[in-house]
């Protein structure tokens, strides 16, 4: 359907015929599948691309957390005429299912009653099955942070060993990784044009076929095959890198075999600009679980009451898939935008005055943009120190803030996560404003290790830097008269980090009579350079490091750290520590 034919919005995307019905719906366009319980908010991808399609002239359906056993349980509002779209959920299957020491998890915070087990392992691949049972002949479309990680030879640390893409082990149509918008609307309209139609070559996907032509002029790069990577590991830390980098610059195709089988990777989609972004965050979401969830879903309560201001990361840490998914480049919305979400929550019954978090994947990058003419081979905007480009007004940041505190039914507005403090020190002003008013007693940060070595295989500021904010950030608390905490983020048993690197963790930690409260223990997630440091036994420049692999090894280092009950860190006190 053309876009002069759009949609309404529905209250909530159907899940049911009669939703369909009620809707004057005869059938649906697309379906989509996903392993989270299904919350119309757009922090949840299904609803935000359900709605965005939708927007676009698409019925779509909604089936959440199928039962994988029957296929019977996809089929509820009859078959999609054009595609399924399947996603595992907000997390890889496998680490919502597992800890770091592979032992079961009790609770899914995207469940309803947070019961585990309501998505299988593997959820994609499952799903991928269950739709081609379903629907012989339909296309099958794969994303979703479990697809886009997974989507070229990686490490699966859940086997511990090298594994195809899982685009060829689903034998799905296409894969999109990252941001979907543009490529599954593009997909649904090419579809709609030729059911038969090719969906190859569409920007931000990977597609798996005998031989293909990427556009006349454009540069083709080819990654390790898989054979390759499982004869000798360290080149998974060559395929890592340029996974990277094809994200960053988004200029070239990349082509990877896995035995007589190729697949291609066509560049990046161009991100939505702030217009579209916007216009995409004010399609009439309820902010709320569908009715017929009878338990409460825990991840609810903290996204209900926080605003997403921003996509992307400039930071690039080796461990982390968010520059990987979202890209380093930032995308913000406007401010009015921001300020139209804010006025909508507060006009809900049940809003309490409190907005819990304002940020994005960090906080503080609302605005940000690079400078730069000329394409950027760094691997981070940040690290090993601030890119002369990159630039964030931190003081139009505080102004945000202060304007989401002023409007009517809104008394509180928090800061609580995510921040940057490497960037946070570029404007000491800033960051004393934020201490005094929008921190609510307690703000998380992530200085994951105090060990240079560690650190900068992780790609983090050295731990001066940390010192330095948690200096400024006690003073300006103190001199609003403020009782404020710091939480760090620690990780142990991180690729290159040795027992004598946790220890001077430790020491440092008790020096200042602090106790850990976050301590996560490394998970090799696939698609990382952090995890191809695990799997090969060697850093980004091909020199060997101690990586603590077996359960024993990664144990001994997290207890380490882990020996005494759990308390918060206090900024104002080096000795004593509260509870």
């Given amino acids: 359907m053309p876009d002069n034919k759009k949609l309404p919005q529905p209250k909530f995307l159907p899940m049911t015929r009669p939703e369909m019905k009620r809707l004057g719906w005869d059938g649906i366009d697309v379906l989509l599948v996903t392993g989270d319980a299904y919350v119309d908010h757009p922090a949840f991808g299904p609803a935000l691309l359900g709605r965005w399609l939708v927007e676009h002239g698409f019925r779509v359906g909604l089936v959440a957390q199928p039962d994988w056993r029957h296929a019977e349980s996809l089929t509820v509002m009859g078959r999609p005429r054009l595609l399924a779209g399947v996603t595992a959920g907000a997390l890889d299957s496998m680490v919502a299912h597992y800890t770091a020491f592979r032992k079961k998890r009790s609770d899914d915070a995207y469940t309803p009653g947070g019961e585990a087990g309501a998505r299988p392992n593997r959820a994609t691949l499952v799903y991928a099955n269950l739709v081609r049972q379903a629907f012989p002949g339909l296309p099958v479309i794969l994303g979703g942070i479990e697809a886009s990680l997974r989507r070229a030879v990686h490490y699966d640390f859940w086997s511990d060993r090298i594994r195809r893409s899982i685009l060829l082990d689903a034998k799905a149509d296409l894969l999109i990784y990252g941001m979907a918008e543009r490529s599954l609307l593009e997909a649904a309209q090419r579809l709609e044009a030729d059911p038969r139609g090719s969906l190859k070559g569409l920007p931000g996907t990977a597609f798996a076929c005998d031989s293909f032509d990427p556009p006349a002029g454009t540069r083709v790069v080819t990654w390790p095959s898989l054979e390759e990577i ?336 759990r308390t918060p860190v206090k900024t104002g006190d080096r000795k004593k520590g509260r509870r």
């Fill in 230 to 565: 499982q004869a000798d590991p360290k080149k998974l830390m060559a395929a890592a890198l340029a996974m990277e980098e094809q994200v960053h610059l988004a200029d070239h195709w990349a082509v990877q075999k896995s035995g007589d089988r190729t697949v291609y990777f066509a560049p990046p989609a161009e991100p939505l600009t702030t217009k579209e972004l916007d216009h995409l965050l004010a399609l009439g979401y309820s902010r709320r679980p569908h009715p017929s969830y009878q338990a409460p879903i825990p991840a609810v309560a903290m996204l209900a009451v926080s605003l997403n201001t921003h996509r992307g990361c400039g930071g690039g840490c080796s461990f982390c898939s968010l520059a990987l998914h979202q890209g380093r480049r930032v995308r913000s919305r406007s401010l009015e935008s921001i300020l139209a979400e804010a006025r909508h929550l507060a006009a809900d019954p049940e809003f309490k005055g409190s907005i819990s978090d304002v940020g994005g994947p960090s906080a503080g990058m609302w605005g940000a943009e690079c400078l730069s003419q000329e394409p950027c081979r760094r691997v981070s905007c940040l690290y090993p120190t601030i890119c002369p480009f990159f630039k964030v007004d931190q003081q139009a940041n505080i102004e945000m803030l202060r304007a989401l505190k002023k409007l009517p039914g809104i008394r509180h507005v928090r800061v609580a996560s995510g921040l940057r403090y490497d960037l946070a020190l570029e404007d000491p002003s800033a960051l004393s404003a934020l201490a005094a008013e929008f921190v609510g007693g307690q703000l998380k940060v992530a200085p994951e290790h105090v060990s240079d070595t560690v650190l900068k295989l992780m790609r983090k500021p050295g731990a001066r830097r940390f010192e330095e904010f948690m200096a400024l950030f006690r003073k300006a608390s103190q001199q609003a008269g403020k009782e404020q905490f710091l939480v760090p983020y620690l990780l142990s048993a991180f690729p290159g980090t040795t027992d004598r690197d946790m220890e001077q963790l430790a020491r440092w930690l008790k020096d200042r009579g602090w106790k850990p409260q976050q301590v996560q223990c490394f998970i090799p997630t696939p698609g990382t350079v952090a995890t191809a440091m695990y799997a090969a036994g060697i850093d980004p420049q091909g020199r060997p490091i101690s990586v603590p692999k077996t359960d024993a090894d990664r144990l001994r280092q997290h207890h380490i750290l882990i020996r005494e009950p």
